[in-house]
């Protein structure tokens, strides 16, 4: 069975400052896709960014950049300035080649000004 | 604008009682899901449709029942036989087929059994 985890329950960072968070998958799968979410306290899921199993470079969009490093099946998302409007759970979920998107549990990220 | 509506947005139900979940979306996509969320936790799969008039459980389907009648509308309706129904309830589209496409989801559902 496909796993996902994230292991930082809750995250806080200073407001201008980078931040990681942490994401690892378990799949024997060479085929698949991972997506980080954000969800604002309204319950809105917000897609940020996706990376595929083959990509050669690490994906970027805008100051999200996922530092995705294959051998150790980690995929952690990177959040560059930190914003107050970046407070919000981020989810990131995996998606193996002919199968549905699983999520991990979430980790919930506090910006202080 | 397209996109994806849930309605209502919260929803109020006595024990024994089914209910439904409405959820439209006019992004023009064949593929359609349900999500239960928890609190603090992520997202569990309830049923999803690849395509019109098929549909497929997910992880939690007991207790739930879906229909897919048009390409646009994917009611979900929580049965008296779901022992725990309050959560948030999270509906998602994607253009679907083999290929990693995104999800976008709609404001999600917030259902409170008293």
């Known amino acids: 069975a496909q796993k996902i985890t994230q292991t930082q329950p809750g995250m806080f960072v200073q407001e201008k400052e980078a931040v990681t968070l942490d994401c690892t998958y378990d799949t024997s799968d060479p085929s698949y896709g991972l997506f980080w979410y954000k969800q604002p306290s309204s319950g809105e899921m917000i897609f940020l960014i996706y990376?595929?199993?083959?990509?050669?470079q690490n994906a970027t969009e805008g100051r999200y950049s996922l530092n995705f490093q294959k051998a150790r099946k980690s995929a952690n998302l990177v959040i560059s300035a930190s914003q107050l409007g970046d407070s919000a759970m981020y989810f990131c979920a995996f998606k193996p080649a002919g199968n549905m998107l699983t999520f991990g549990g979430g980790t919930r990220l506090m910006v202080k000004p | 604008d397209g996109g994806i509506t849930q309605s209502p947005k919260y929803l109020f139900r006595k024990e024994g009682q089914n209910v439904t979940l409405s959820c439209e979306q006019n992004?023009?996509?064949?593929?359609m899901y349900w999500y239960r969320q928890d609190p603090g936790q992520g997202l569990r799969l309830i049923y999803y449709s690849q395509i019109v008039n098929d549909f497929q459980k997910g992880d939690i389907a007991e207790g739930y029942s879906v229909s897919r009648e048009k390409k646009e509308s994917f009611p979900l309706t929580v049965t008296s036989a779901q022992k725990n129904p309050t959560a948030f309830y999270l509906c998602?589209?994607?253009?679907?087929?083999?290929?990693?496409?995104?999800?976008?989801f709609g404001p999600g559902t917030r259902l409170t059994v008293l």
């Open positions: 992004l023009n996509h064949d593929a």
């Open positions: 990376q595929g199993s083959y990509d050669q």
């Open positions: 998602a589209s994607s253009i679907g087929g083999a290929g990693y496409n995104e999800q976008f």
